[in-house]
Each structure stands twice: as structure tokens, then as C-alpha cells.
């Protein structure tokens, strides 16, 4: 299985890209992972939130699979604890799923037709955090979910 996360927009913050990539290489111990980033909306102070989206989701969707499974990473998304959300992965990898795609969209989230296109929603928690946070947390949450697959001391009950 490969699991590709995609995030709209570069990472700014030096100790978020230095987590990122930290938690990146603890992850690949496990599973072909990689991170996409879909570069910021030229001009997108002069767009409505609307067409910001639009834009983000054409460039999002147009790097998709058919076959891809699409998990989008949003607020109205389902609530999962770390083990469960390690029983989601893991149930996934069972299922034999090819290729597992996690999205962060923009800051105004995403488009209906990626909306539409998405397999499942889940939210990483009820409080809101930024863009670049999300993905620290999100990498940190993959690495902890195959720690607890495997079994191994790094989550603890």
C-alpha cells in the first residue's frame, strides 16, 4: 500500500517542515509514504472563498486516481481516537486498498467536486488549528497508528 498526504500551500514554519519531515521518515519504516504539495492560489486575495476553492480543488483532483481511495482530513469530519484511527488504517490495509490518499485542503477547505470525489471525511478534533499544524499533527498520528499496529512501546494507554 502507498499512503500519499496532500497539502495545499508550502510549509512556512521551519519547525513545523523539520516535525513533518521528522515523523515522514519514521513512517516510510512501514509503508511507501509520501507528502504532494498543491501550490498556493496566484493572486487569491482577489478571490472569493468560493473560487479559492475551486481553483485548489481542479489542482487537487487533477493529481488523483480513479483508484485511489480519498480520505479528506476535515472539521465535519468522523472523530476517531488514535486506536481507532489505527483499526481504520489497518482495516484499510486488509481491505488491500492500493493507495490511500489523505487530503489538508486551504484555508477555506474544500470543493464540492472534491467533497464529492472523497471517500470518507475524518477530523483530527473538534478544535480548529492551522493548515501547518494540521500537518505535524496528521504525521505524528500516521507514525502513532503503525506503532500501534505493530505493537510497539511509542503509544501507551
Known sequence: MKITLIVVGKTTFEWVAQAVEMYS???????????????????????????????????????????????????????LSSTEFADFVNGKILASAKSLIFIIGGAYGFSQDVYKRANEKLSLSRMTFSHQSVRMIFTEQLYRTFTIIKGEPYHHL
Open 25 to 79: 521518515k519514521r513512517i516510510k519504516k512501514y509503508v511507501n509514504f509520501d507528502i504532494k504539495y498543491i501550490a498556493d492560489i496566484k493572486n487569491s486575495k482577489n478571490m472569493s472563498e468560493e473560487i479559492q476553492k475551486n481553483k485548489e480543488g481542479e489542482l487537487i483532483l487533477s493529481i488523483l486516481d480513479l483508484k485511489d481511495t480519498i480520505i479528506l482530513l476535515d472539521e465535519k469530519g468522523k472523530d
